[in-house]
């Protein structure tokens, strides 16, 4: 079948809306039309270097049209939300970890299928689609159905999209991984759509102090309206310091959301003894350091993907906070038509928006 996609045609430049050709699903795939899909900080960095023509996108959300003949767990009609996709064979996969399988990389990150194949051709060409289990930034989408989550259809399709995978991480690496206890402090580096989304997550948990640490006036602003108590402005004079004059004693936890070196390590010499990092952020850095007294008094470092759930579970939880006003991030969407895809990208770059959500 036709669609109507964003292609990627070399990395690093704009997207190009054209038609490419689907395959029908296979017996474990889901054909799904797409309703709405969030733009990620991830989706920017791999349009640098993604072998192309490629086609991105992986916070969608929409209605399944078809399902292959082996797949039980959605029907024609449903509305689901996509996330990332896993083997679903490996022992990490089959003890409820799929968000750390053995094959991530290749299932998510290869453009392909497992056995290499791709369902998306344009002009002849094949198209190195699948990414993260889906390439929703297209009107229709071939999705492996593990990497689909059935949702309440009463629930608002246009937004449910970015919870597959930018609020997943951020409150994910909270509510999952670290899981402070009440009365405890928390800084979370970044204050981005996933920065924004521990934040609530550690409001939830009934931490006593959340700063929210970035060097983005607006967003640290933002981040108080969705319960920091604490802002932290980098640019503002020495982060260290500012937040030793926060917590003389150290943070019990810290979350990173840049992928910044220099922030991590920021970070983890701000937590206090047997304090938690939470590592999320794809940034600018390969490599992280730190001088090794920094981790002594037992601090920790962990790295932490897709918030460390199974988006079954996971993702019914945060649409039902959602829904409820707990978990109140439609505030930072901003809504574009997907023929703006390039113009909400450059917003997303810009910081002028908090989160943006393409509309079919």
């Not at 004079?237 to 220099?262: K, S, Y």
């Not at 932490?304 to 079954?312: A, E, H, V």
């Amino acid at each position: 079948m036709r669609a109507t996609a964003a292609l990627l045609e070399q990395p690093g430049q704009p997207f190009v809306l054209t038609e490419v050709d689907l395959d029908e699903p296979r017996p474990d795939e889901v054909l799904v039309r797409v309703a709405a899909v969030g733009i990620c900080g991830t989706d920017l960095e791999f349009a640098n270097f993604f072998p192309t023509p490629a086609l991105l996108g992986h916070e969608g959300a929409g209605v399944v049209e078809k399902v292959g003949a082996h797949v039980t767990s959605v029907r024609p009609g449903d509305h689901v939300a996509m996330s990332f996709a896993s083997c679903g064979t490996c022992a990490l996969c089959r003890t409820g970890s799929p968000a750390y399988c053995r094959g991530f990389d290749a299932v998510n990150f290869s453009g392909r299928r497992p056995d290499g194949s791709t369902a998306v051709t344009h002009r002849g060409r094949e198209v190195n689609a699948h990414f993260l289990g889906q390439s929703s930034f297209a009107d229709h989408v071939v999705a492996p159905e593990r990497a689909v989550v059935r949702i309440d259809p009463s629930l608002d399709l246009l937004r449910a999209g970015p919870f597959g995978c930018g609020f997943q991480t951020g409150a994910g690496g909270v509510l999952n991984v670290l899981q402070p206890r009440p009365g405890s402090s928390i800084a979370v580096f970044g204050a981005g759509a996933v920065g924004v989304a521990a934040v609530i997550a550690a409001g939830l948990s009934g931490c006593d102090v959340v700063a929210a640490v970035d060097v983005n006036p607006a967003k640290l602003e933002a981040a108080r309206g969705f319960g920091a108590t604490h802002t932290v402005d980098s640019s503002a004079g020495n982060t260290a310091e500012q937040l030793a004059a926060l917590v003389p004693e150290g943070f019990d936890f810290v979350i990173d959301t840049t992928g910044r070196e220099d922030v991590l390590r920021t970070a983890v010499e701000a937590l206090g003894p047997l304090g938690r990092a939470g590592v999320i952020g794809i940034g600018p850095s390969e490599s992280m350091s730190f001088e090794w007294r920094s981790i002594l008094n037992g601090r920790t470092v962990t790295g932490i993907i897709g918030g460390s759930s199974l988006p079954q579970l996971f993702l019914p939880r945060l649409l039902d906070l959602n829904a409820n006003g707990r978990f109140p991030v439609e505030k930072m969407i901003t809504f574009f038509p997907f023929e703006q895809i390039n113009e909400a990208v450059a917003a997303v770059r810009s910081g002028a928006v908090g989160k943006a959500v393409l509309t079919f």
